[in-house]
């Protein structure tokens, strides 16, 4: 069976600061992981997805993600954060069976 | 314009009602799904259906049901016993039912117990 675990249920960042939210997953098969971005009161958006096609995956709103295999991770960043980047990201993998398993979620705060 | 729609936004139940949302896409996708969102918790799955008549259940049917009688349409119904169903309920299309396609979103409805 495959899991996530997102470090940090909240994370807050100064405007123009990296970001960085933590995502790692357990999986006895390849997986497929996949980051989502939440707005209050909305439904999710894909921000990015890896397929195993390369290890740097780049997404919409210059997010990107690198999947590393020996550390069973898949954290997202953002070079430098905007205002508009507040929302709660998920991130999500399958791999032995279609369902999508998420994990709980971080919320970003970014600070003017 | 292709998406999902869900509706009612907001819903509210007495106690022992039935109630209906409604999931509809118009993206041509075989397959559908339910999830529940409450705080903290990220998201579960409720139920999903491969195909238009074929459904299965997910890891927290207990006190729902659904029905695929139409490709585009996936509605689902929190009854009685569902003792907690204050939460966000989201629905969920893709292509088809595979391990790396991208599962699109509705807007979602917000369900509360009177």
Not at chain 1, 79 to 87: L, Q
Not at chain 2, 50 to 57: A, L, S, T, Y
Request: one cysteine or more; aromatic letters at 12%.
């Amino acid at each position: 069976a495959q899991s996530v675990t997102q470090l940090g249920s909240h994370v807050s960042v100064s405007e123009g600061a990296l970001v960085l939210l933590r995502c790692n997953y357990s999986s006895s098969v390849p997986p497929y992981l996949f980051w989502y971005v939440q707005y209050p009161n909305q439904g999710l958006q894909l921000l990015l997805k890896y397929t195993s096609a390369a290890t740097l995956v780049k997404g919409i709103n210059g997010f990107e993600a690198e999947f590393k295999k020996s550390e069973t991770s898949f954290h997202l960043t953002k070079p430098s954060a905007h205002m508009s980047d507040a929302a709660e990201y998920f991130c999500a993998v399958t791999g032995g069976s279609e369902k999508l398993v998420f994990g709980k979620g971080t919320k970003l705060t970014v600070n003017p | 314009d292709g998406g999902i729609t869900q509706s009612p936004k907001y819903l509210f139940r007495k106690e022992g009602q039935n109630v209906t949302l409604s999931c509809e896409q118009n993206l041509n996708h075989d397959a559908m799904y339910w999830y529940r969102q409450d705080p903290g918790q990220g998201l579960r799955l409720i139920y999903y259906s491969q195909i238009v008549n074929d459904f299965q259940k997910g890891d927290i049917a207990e006190g729902y049901s659904v029905s695929r009688e139409k490709k585009e349409s996936f509605p689902l119904t929190v009854t009685s016993a569902q003792k907690n169903p204050t939460a966000f309920y989201l629905c969920a299309s893709s292509i088809l039912a595979g391990v790396q396609e991208t599962q699109y979103f509705g807007p979602g409805t917000r369900l509360l117990v009177l």
